[in-house]
């Protein structure tokens, strides 16, 4: 029995930091949003499983983006539009990262089983304009 709050508080956070820590996932993929208005992943494929995604929007775009995880078999540059945007809730929306300004980063992790994945930036007029791309999960 740990007596010390401090321990207590000690151990607990370095639980957390185990679990949280993309080390843990089984495949990571670096999502980089481009000035081109083009998604580049640095894998279409990947086995099942916990999936962190490293989302980096290029210092060079000038926009904010974001990258939304979608479960279709849809080619990626079939999805429908609707006022400059996907309709997201036609179709299983596993996860999205809002709001990476130009220059930053950040991350995500998803749990994703076998199929076919688009992921794209769904800000508006930013599909249209390129930003999407297809991932394969295999089992």
Do not use: W
């Not at 670096?30 to 083009?38: G, M, R, V, Y």
């Not at 279409?44 to 479960?71: C, M, Q, R, W, Y």
């Not at 980063?105 to 076998?114: C, F, G, I, Y």
Request: hydrophobic share 40%.
């Amino acid at each position: 029995m740990i007596r010390s709050p401090r321990i207590a508080i000690f151990f607990g956070a370095a639980a957390l930091s185990l679990v949280c820590s993309p080390g843990y996932a089984d495949a990571m993929i670096k999502a980089t949003l481009l000035n081109n208005h083009a998604i580049q992943l640095d894998a279409n494929h990947v086995k099942a499983g916990s999936i962190v995604f490293e989302v980096s929007n290029a210092p060079d775009t000038g926009l904010t983006h974001e990258l939304v995880v979608l479960k279709t078999d849809l080619a990626d540059a079939r999805l429908p539009v609707k006022n400059g945007q996907v309709r997201e809730s036609q179709f299983k929306k596993m996860g999205e990262v809002e709001d990476v300004a130009p220059g930053k980063s950040r991350h995500m992790t998803l749990k994703l089983t076998p199929g076919r994945y688009v992921l794209i930036c769904n800000q508006p007029g930013h599909y249209s304009m390129g930003m999407h791309t297809s991932l394969v999960v295999t089992p």
